[in-house]
T-cell receptor, first 113, second 113 residues
């Protein structure tokens, strides 16, 4: 079945550092890919998405590119802020057949001032 | 417009009691998901409904757990004979049957004492 493998944390960075959180997937066909974020004490919300190969999703300075050749969707941000401290989840949604939403285990990011 | 609504937001129950958790998805969304998130843990898939298809129940942890979705809309997750290990936040999400993302409710925090 479909699966997502995500870099495990926790990740601790200083403000303005560069962030990469790795995410790779296994899926039949061409899934849609997502990054969700969960800020402390809050619910899960969509951060960005990409629905086909080579698409780049971006939001709030975060970016991720759908790489079919490497089955990856790594999350990057050039300069993190304290307010980016949260748990980040990579996810995929299959097409045709089962469109179940499958999540990675999550990566906790802490950004120190 | 209205988002995904879950009730109650908090539930404290005694071990051995049955509980029902409710989810009102976004109108028109054909897919509905239930996940469980234990303290500091990732998202554990429980069950997935898609339109009139048979639900994917592969994530239900035991036969004490069941869920139904009436009229393709509201869903109820029932836990019978609750145990302390059932304590967690139960999250519901809905999405259109496209490559669109899923939208999450705020969750029900279940505490079994």
């Amino acid at each position: 079945g479909n699966s997502v493998t995500q870099m495990e944390g926790p990740v601790t960075l200083s403000e303005e550092a560069f962030l990469t959180i790795n995410c790779t997937y296994t899926a039949t066909g061409y899934p849609s890919l997502f990054w969700y974020v969960q800020y402390p004490g809050e619910g899960l919300q969509l951060l960005l998405k990409a629905t086909k190969a080579d698409d780049k999703g971006s939001n709030k300075g975060f970016e991720a590119t759908y790489r079919k050749e490497t089955t990856s969707f790594h999350l990057e941000k050039g300069s993190v802020q304290v307010s980016d401290s949260a748990v980040y989840f990579c996810a995929l949604k299959g097409r045709g057949g089962s469109e179940k939403l499958v999540f990675g285990k999550g990566t906790k990011l802490t950004v120190n001032p | 417009g209205a988002g995904v609504s879950q009730s109650p937001s908090n539930k404290v129950t005694e071990k051995g009691k049955d509980v029902e958790l409710r989810c009102d998805p976004i109108s028109g969304h054909t897919a509905l998901y239930w996940y469980r998130q234990s303290l500091g843990q990732g998202l554990e898939f429980l069950i997935y409904f898609q339109g009139n298809s048979a639900p994917d129940k592969s994530g239900l942890p035991s036969d004490r757990f069941s869920a139904e979705r009436t009229g393709g809309s509201v869903s109820t997750l029932t836990i019978q004979r609750t145990q302390q290990e059932d304590s967690a936040v139960y999250l519901c999400a809905s999405s259109p049957r496209t490559e669109r993302e899923a939208f999450f409710g705020q969750g029900t925090r279940l505490t079994v004492v």
